[in-house]
């Protein structure tokens, strides 16, 4: 293994998108969506499968805790974290149900939904999306380079030019964190 070509090629995929003004003009709208969904009381919901999940379950703590400084919590939760449900959902219906689901109990016209998944094509996460779009949600795909299917199906598409998943998934947690940032300065000014 090459240390040195992994942390090059991290910086070099980070570089691509520095320098590509649509790809940072969308994380900025999709900030402006979440802030604004949150200032009229809507959540942030948040589904992937494996690191994607990780995922998730990362941005929607520093949704609902903290990020850059002490401030009121925000509405925001990864959608695998009941395993109770997640088991039964799986067992009973299937795998490619979960997340639809509880976007369905869960999910408010308005509210943000989140599906993050490296190839795209996660049916689970499709699902949800589309679930989400049928009610009126405010749909985010974090993909790699293709979208996949999952472009299909979301208003905002943040697709990392890469077809390498930990480089994608990288990425994906500095978007996350970006706009989280941008997130808690809009709603929580100095």
Do not use: W
Request: aromatic letters at 6%; a neutral charge; glycine letters at 8%.
């Amino acid at each position: 293994m090459d240390i040195r070509r992994s942390i090059e090629n991290s910086i070099r995929l980070k570089k691509d998108i520095l320098n590509d003004a649509v790809f940072l003009n969308t994380i900025d709208k999709t900030a402006e969506e979440i802030a604004s969904s949150l200032k009229k009381g809507g959540k942030v919901l948040l589904c992937g499968n494996g690191g994607s999940a990780a995922d998730a379950q990362h941005l929607a703590a520093e949704l609902s805790g903290r990020f850059y400084y002490d401030r009121d919590p925000l509405p925001a939760e990864a959608l695998h974290v009941n395993t109770s449900y997640l088991t039964a959902v799986a067992n009973d219906y299937s795998f490619d149900e979960v997340y639809s689901r509880m976007v369905k109990a869960s999910g408010r016209k308005g509210d943000i939904l989140i599906g993050i998944s490296t190839s795209g094509n996660s049916k689970n996460v499709i699902n949800a999306l589309k679930a989400g779009s049928s009610i009126g949600m405010i749909t985010i795909g974090f993909t790699g380079a293709s979208g996949g299917k999952i472009k299909e199906v979301c208003k905002y598409l943040l697709n990392v030019p890469s077809d390498d998943t930990p480089r994608i998934q990288e990425v994906h947690i500095m978007i996350g964190h970006i706009i989280c940032e941008i997130v808690e300065s809009k709603l929580f000014p100095r």
